[in-house]
């Protein structure tokens, strides 16, 4: 059940737009920035991996993952999520499927792994072709990390999954909220824009100094976690930061897990509570 849905989903024209549109940004920002050398920062996040985007092809594809992840793969996985449900409801194909010998949990089950594979694809395909693209303008080589030598190549792929893997995971939150409004209603732009709003509100909400309490229980608040993978400071960086090494450990990739899972357990179980319940009329 789970490939026919799959299937249909990748051959959907949305879909597909919504693959080039990913491929093609890192593509375009390869040739922006052809000619631009490495920088040093004194900032510690994906900024700084940013900075150094031009120092190889798997500089370049962590560039992408930074700069996608915070906004345009957003929207492409509240899209997936959002239209998952609601989308067969506006086509009136939802009572149908339920006509199958398909139990309610197996079919909303369905769905949900489709959208996590979507997900994950999409997280695969910046990176991927960031990778290429970087490769091709830039040459192929270890990561520069922005503060210390060059990691091998073997390394630089390893830490390049576990990147891709993490940024999937972090947007679990807004997955599974955009999920739960596709099952609360039958119009998938509500559930989309749901989905992507939870994002904007959760940004601004982790701005506001007054709020700090909150913050370590916000989605997004642990995005871009996933770049200490790639910020090794030797003793000979202190300088940039006035004497002091700040804290590099992955311990905030480790906090965002959880906070991730505790979304996810409850957005995805009240949708399943709702979907047991819900009258399907379309």
Same mark, same amino acid.
């Given at each position: ?26 593509? %375009?920002?390869?040739?922006a920035n052809r000619s631009r050398s490495p920088e040093r920062t004194a900032e510690i996040g994906t900024r700084a991996l940013f900075e150094v985007s031009t120092a190889s092809g ?16 957003? %929207? ?22 339920? %006509? ?5 949990? @197996? ?21 991927a072709s960031g990778l290429v693209s970087g490769t091709i303008a830039f040459g192929w080589g270890g990561v520069a990390t922005p503060f210390g030598p060059t990691m091998s190549v073997?390394?630089?792929?390893? @830490? ?43 940004? %601004?909400?982790?701005?506001l100094s007054s709020l700090d309490y909150l913050h370590p229980g916000l989605p997004t608040h642990y995005w871009g976690a996933w770049s200490r993978l790639f910020l090794e400071l ?49």
């Amino acid at each position: 059940m789970i490939a026919v849905e799959l299937a249909r989903q990748v051959r959907r024209r949305r879909t597909l737009m919504c693959f080039v549109f990913l491929v093609g940004l890192p593509l %375009i920002a390869a040739l922006a920035n052809r000619s631009r050398s490495p920088e040093r920062t004194a900032e510690i996040g994906t900024r700084a991996l940013f900075e150094v985007s031009t120092a190889s092809g798997i500089n370049h594809a962590l560039a992408a993952l930074a700069f996608m992840s915070a906004f345009f793969l957003v %929207i492409v996985v509240s899209f997936f999520a959002g239209d998952s449900v609601s989308g067969e409801a506006t086509w009136g194909t939802l009572r149908y499927l339920l %006509i199958r010998p398909v139990s309610r949990g @197996r079919l909303l089950a369905s769905k949900l792994a489709v959208v996590l594979v979507l997900a994950l694809a999409a997280t695969v395909a910046i990176a991927a072709s960031g990778l290429v693209s970087g490769t091709i303008a830039f040459g192929w080589g270890g990561v520069a990390t922005p503060f210390g030598p060059t990691m091998s190549v073997g390394e630089s792929l390893l @830490r390049l999954g576990l990147a891709v893997l993490a940024v999937t995971w972090s947007l679990a939150g807004v997955i599974s909220f955009a999920f739960l409004l596709s099952v609360v209603t039958d119009s998938p732009a509500a559930a989309i824009t749901g989905g992507f709003g939870l994002m904007i509100v959760s940004t %601004i909400l982790d701005g506001l100094s007054s709020l700090d309490y909150l913050h370590p229980g916000l989605p997004t608040h642990y995005w871009g976690a996933w770049s200490r993978l790639f910020l090794e400071l030797p003793a000979s960086a202190a300088p940039i930061f006035g004497g002091s090494l700040p804290d590099t450990s992955l311990r905030p990739m480790a906090q965002d897990a959880i906070v991730q899972l505790v979304y996810a357990v409850v957005f995805v179980g009240a949708a399943a509570w709702w979907f047991r319940r819900k009258d399907i009329l379309s």
